[in-house]
């Protein structure tokens, strides 16, 4: 298993893995996407598609491990990746000028920080339902109710859009970089795939927001 | 015209550096900036204070030995450009200009503006090139290569090993330094048998040397003066991919950095 | 001095095949007991330090780059010749042969020159497989084009960096040696003498030129391929760098100059902007295939060129040269120029510059197939000039590119000092008084992949294979002799700048000894070199400390060496009482054309030191013609 060390410590292949499972992260946001939106079909469409989530037993597990091990892979690879970057110019420019690079391009470890940190107050918070005891009283599949309760408070209401804004973000980058990265770069498609990224990243971000802001301008309750 | 330069003097490899300011008073919009430079250095020689040291050579922009950021811009602000062939013409009277060397771990500052780049040699070493011994060569024109591949080729041989692209990157990576080479070689017939070994080899000695990794942030490819494409990265990385994780290859023992 | 060529005896076609197989061989286990230094790595270096470490030697290799990869061979433009005939065009060795000794104006050695012509086909085969991208045909076959003084298409190119291909594949066989442990490269390493023991060349002293350090180097031989010399016009198409300083380190111990007068001014460069100007700009030779040089007929005619109506343009060279037209070679190509700007019709703000416009073959081809041809070359106009070559024609001028002198050697290479050879631009063989365009990057490439593998084998075979030592006195006594100089030249605390002598030199030597030269010029330069000579010693500045990198003390080694050898160069010119190719006595000409004197001159001129202070000794090679047989050149 030489080849997989070798592979896995090189600036190559440590790229491939941030890559792959950012790509595995971005189907499981779009699901997510997809099942949350269902709240718009009422408390029954959405309870009833949680309840079939949870149903699902020792798949949900598998899941849930499996997403697990991409977000570690992920933050891991990506903060050994940056911390090399950032050693391998010890002295910094006294001007720098960029020509190219996005401001998503160079807020990537930063929004992906963020993105690490709302993502646990987020599983605390609906998962777990340990912020507040409120949650912590509804009953299992009862996510309309969950939702709608914390929307109405615009501080996590808030919290929520700023940060699906800051996903946004972080994939109009990512998506388009992890073609270049899996190594498909042609002069025919270049264009397309410089614009998925940031196509994804507005319409994830715009889809997220809907939620929290149907429900605070009394749309959801 | 007049300028304000801010230049960056080291003494040596050992010393601590800084920016220095100097006036360049007589500034004619149809000199080179090494020619600005040069005159610079003659004043202050006859000043008595030490010239700015500077890797230049051909001044045709072939060379690659000059190497200097600009203004935060690697060969400064012209397109498709080295310094050599940068011209006082595209800045303006009174202007400051910010003088800096490459700056990368793998390139450590010799003095002032010069920098070490022997790490591109030894990223070389471990595989730019296609092994055939001189005289063993069957007559150049049994092998036919498609004209859009040499082309292609051509287009990633361009390059002329001047740095820019670690220069630019946030980074410093040189993959497309890297890229250039391994798709050159890679896209012709006679760079096929060794091009998975050199891929693996090649990359790896690129790490080796210190240079960070690629953010696909494409910097590289805009300050390069020859313009070399970043398709050529994705290129590399196909091939270091696919060599590593499905062929047989597994690379040479590495060669240490001496 | 002894200057036997050693030709081998037979059919001028069978030379170099019988000498191949006469020559003595050295056993593969044994050819790692043999340590060879190459000085340079540039087409003719490079691809020797490579060849011979793939053979097995021991190699030594020095560069004053930071890298080898960018000798100033990378900046050869338009292509490489070779008698491929893959056009059907009636290209042949032979023709190769007869074109590049005529276009030297008969001033090379015939045998040389046949051997060059004949590996000048393997050296094509050898950089494709190298994978050089040369220019191909839709049908995937190597394209070619035409180039000055030949009247076949037989030059291969790469874009408009021919030179930066050839020398990449070179440098990658190189670095593939320096991988494997068969080449010690020293980059960032000057040569700045050579050691000769016991009569034989035996090391260099260098000066490593980050810290300063002066080591000696001993070899079983010393082969040197570190360019030529142009930069003692100090405005050249050279790399600031290139020096003459190697070569002429190895004159001072004994090795023969040859021909030094012989030195070639290339007809479009990029016309001199100012006196901050600190080099020029070579515009390809290839441009001349489509562009047409011309001046206006009225002197003086300061109209922008496309006001210039056709009847008041002159196209000098197609109405001089009618059958060869735009394509005449480089010397008389530039001459021509010289004159319509004698003549007051020169173009610019200088007044020294002719057109070369391509509205004609736009028109006819259209922009497009101009752009694929040349675009790079038209980019780098329009950047240093500032003006659209597709719109305005561009101007251009002539200007020093390449010496064709260099150290004398025989048809082994080897210079008149034992164990000592000499490669490309640094010797003087197979280009005579005026080299073709293309014609470099064959020979430098043919010298150091297929004929000094051979024949530096065949010294080695002959000599001791016992390992060799840089601690006899002869090594003790160069370096002293090195760090003597370094010092005396760190010092002199004087008040001039190194460049402000390089430039008064330049300017000596182009007034004096550049396009066209004479009598009373000539002796005015060797007056005023001597002179600003004792000045330098007197006056010079130099800062900075020995054991730093010290780009001053770099320069300053260079300037002093070209203070000296510009005399040398000017006394030859002033000896050789003749017009040939690049050298051009206005006493000896034919309403402008050069005026050769065979019975007197048909020679090459090798001068040996002949100690400090005392005049140079000249001697002679005596040059026959054979095949190619003695006539006036002519191009009309």
């Known amino acids: 298993m030489g080849w997989l060390r070798q592979t896995t410590d090189s600036s190559i292949g440590g790229k491939l893995i941030v890559a792959v499972t950012g790509l595995a992260m971005v189907g499981f946001v779009v699901a997510h996407l997809s099942g949350n939106l269902l709240v718009f079909g009422g408390p029954q469409a959405v309870n009833s598609y949680a309840e079939g989530l949870r149903k699902l037993g020792a798949l949900l597990w598998v899941a849930r491990i499996g997403l697990l091990v991409m977000a570690t892979l992920h933050i891991v690879f990506a903060i050994k990746l940056n911390l090399a970057n950032r050693a391998a110019r010890p002295q910094a420019y006294a001007v720098k000028t960029y ?115 149907a429900v605070l301008f009394g749309l959801l309750k | ?82 310094v050599c062939q940068l011209h006082m013409r595209h800045f303006t009277d009174g202007q400051d200009v910010h003088i800096e060397p490459w700056r990368a771990k793998a390139f450590p500052v010799l003095q002032d503006l010069v920098v070490d780049r022997s790490a591109f040699d030894r990223i070389i070493q471990a595989g730019g090139f296609i092994s055939v011994n001189s005289g063993s060569a069957q007559d150049a024109n049994n092998l036919p290569v498609a004209k859009a591949d040499a082309d292609h080729s051509m287009d990633a041989a361009a390059c002329i090993g001047c740095g820019a692209c670690v220069a630019a990157c946030k980074n410093s990576a040189a993959m497309l330094f890297a890229a250039a080479k391994i798709s050159h070689l890679g896209l ?5 048998p060794e091009r998975r070994r050199r891929a693996i080899n090649m990359v790896k000695q690129m790490d080796l040397e210190g240079f960070g990794n690629c953010s696909n942030q494409y910097e590289c490819e805009a300050v390069c003066p020859k313009e070399i494409s970043v398709g050529f990265i994705a290129r590399m990385n196909r091939d270091y991919l696919s060599s590593s994780i499905f062929s047989k290859e597994t690379g040479s023992t590495s060669k240490s950095e001496d | 001095m002894n200057l036997d060529a050693k030709i081998p005896a037979g059919p001028i076609a069978d030379k170099w095949t019988n000498h191949k197989f006469d020559m003595k061989l050295v056993n593969p286990a044994n050819k790692r007991k043999y340590t060879v230094i190459v000085v340079g790595t540039g087409l003719a270096g490079g691809a020797a330090a490579a060849t011979l470490a793939e053979l097995g030697y021991n190699v030594l290799n020095f560069c004053f780059q930071d890298s080898p990869r960018r000798a100033h061979s990378i900046a050869a433009q338009g292509g490489i010749n070779a008698a491929k005939n893959y ?43 190298q994978g050089v991208p040369f220019a191909r045909e839709y049908g995937g076959l190597l394209a070619n084009r035409s180039f000055g003084g030949a009247q076949v298409s037989r030059t291969f190119y790469a874009r408009g960096q021919t030179g930066q291909q050839l020398l990449l594949g070179a440098y990658q066989a190189l670095e593939r040696q320096v991988g494997a442990g068969t080449v010690k490269m020293f980059a960032r390493s000057e040569m700045l003498d050579l050691v000769v023991e016991n009569g034989r060349a035996a090391g260099i002293v260098v000066r490593d030129l980050v810290t300063g350090a002066i080591t000696t180097h001993a070899a079983h031989a010393v082969v040197m391929a570190t360019g030529g010399y142009g930069n003692v016009f100090y405005l050249s198409t050279n790399a600031k760098g290139s020096n ?60 922008p060129p496309r006001d210039i109506p056709e009847v008041e343009r002159d196209y000098y060279l197609e109405r001089k040269y009618p059958s060869y037209g735009n394509l005449a070679p480089r010397d008389i190509a530039s001459r021509a120029a010289k004159e319509a700007c004698d003549d007051g019709r020169g ?76 490669l490309g631009e640094a010797n003087f063989s197979d280009h005579g008084a005026n080299r073709l365009g293309a014609s470099a990057l064959m020979q430098g490439l043919a010298d150091g992949y297929f004929i000094i593998p051979y024949t530096l084998g065949n010294y080695l075979a002959g000599i001791s294979r016992d390992p060799v030592k840089a601690d006899g006195d002869a090594f003790k006594s160069t370096k002293s002799d090195v760090e003597v100089r370094i010092g005396k030249l760190l010092g002199s605390k004087g008040k001039r700048t190194v460049d402000s002598f390089h430039k008064e030199l330049g300017l000596i030597m182009w007034e004096k000894c550049g396009m066209a030269r004479n009598k009373a010029g000539l002796t005015e330069a060797l007056r005023k070199i001597p002179e ?24 300053a080694g260079r300037v002093a060496d070209f203070l000296e050898f510009g005399e040398i160069l000017c006394a030859d010119a002033l000896t050789r009482e003749e017009s040939c190719g690049g050298h051009f006595r206005e006493e000896y000409q034919d309403q402008g054309e050069a005026k050769r004197d065979d019975e007197h001159f048909a020679h090459a001129a090798v001068w040996e030191y002949q100690g400090e202070g005392k005049a140079p000794k000249r001697h002679t090679e005596a040059l026959t013609f054979d095949e190619v047989h003695l006539a006036t050149r002519s191009y009309k």
């Not at chain 2, 920016?19 to 006859?46: Q, R």
């Not at chain 3, 023709?95 to 045998?111: I, M, P, Q």
């Not at chain 3, 040389?112 to 950089?127: F, G, P, T, Y």
């Not at chain 3, 023969?256 to 070639?264: D, E, I, M, V």
């Open chain 2, 188 to 192: 012709l017939p006679q760079g096929q």
């Open chain 1, 99 to 213: 020509r190219r690079a996005s401001f998503a391009s160079r807020s990537m470890l930063l929004t992906g920080l963020a993105l690490l940190g709302y993502i646990l107050f987020h599983l605390a918070h609906f998962t777990f339902r340990a912020t507040s005891p409120e949650l912590a009283a509804l009953g299992e599949y009862d996510v309309y109710q969950m939702i709608v309760l914390s929307f109405q408070q615009p501080l996590i209401a808030g919290l929520y859009i700023v940060s699906m804004f800051l996903l946004g973000l972080h994939l109009s980058h990512g998506v388009s970089s992890l073609f270049q990265t899996l190594g498909f770069n042609h002069p025919k498609y270049r264009n397309l795939v410089g614009s998925i990224g940031p196509f994804l990243g507005v319409l994830l971000a715009l889809g997220f927001s809907s939620i929290p802001a």
């Open chain 3, 244 to 303: 003459v300083s190697a070569t002429f380190r190895a004159y001072k111990r004994g090795a023969g100059f040859a021909n030094p007068c012989f030195t070639q001014i290339h007809p479009t460069c990029i016309p001199v902007s100012g006196d901050y100007q600190s080099k020029l700009t070579l515009m390809s030779e290839s441009l001349r295939n489509d562009g047409r040089v011309w001046a206006p007929k009225k002197q003086g005619d300061k109209r």
């Open chain 3, 87 to 129: 056009q059907g065009d009636g290209d042949s060795v032979h023709r190769l042969f007869y074109d590049t000794v005529k276009g030297g104006d008969f001033r090379s050695r015939e045998a040389n020159v046949h051997r060059l012509a004949e590996v000048s086909v393997n050296i094509i085969d050898q950089c494709v497989a």
């Open chain 3, 532 to 555: 600003l000579r004792e000045e330098f010693w007197q006056n010079v500045r130099v800062l900075g400390d020995k054991d730093n990198l010290n780009q001053s003390l770099e320069k």
């Open chain 2, 1 to 82: 015209m007049k300028l304000k330069l801010h230049v960056w003097r080291q003494k040596d490899r050992q010393s601590t550096g800084r920016m220095v300011a100097y006036d360049a008073p007589n500034v004619n919009p149809e000199m080179s900036f090494l020619e600005m430079l040069d005159v610079v250095n003659e004043d202050l020689t006859g000043k008595g204070e030490d010239p700015i040291a500077f890797d230049h050579d051909c001044r045709e922009g072939i060379c690659g030995s000059c190497s200097m950021v600009i203004n935060g811009v690697p060969h400064g602000p012209s397109k498709g450009t080295t």
């Open chain 3, 347 to 422: 173009v610019g703000e200088s007044g020294r510059g002719v057109y070369l416009d391509f509205a004609a073959a736009i028109e006819r081809q259209g922009k497009d197939v101009i752009e694929q041809r040349y675009g790079n070359l038209f980019q780098m106009y329009d950047k240093i000039t500032a003006e659209n070559p597709y719109e305005m024609p561009m101007r251009i001028y002539p200007a020093v590119h390449y010496t064709m002198g260099g150290l004398w050697v025989d048809y082994n290479l080897q210079s008149n000092i034992p164990g000592l050879f000499v």
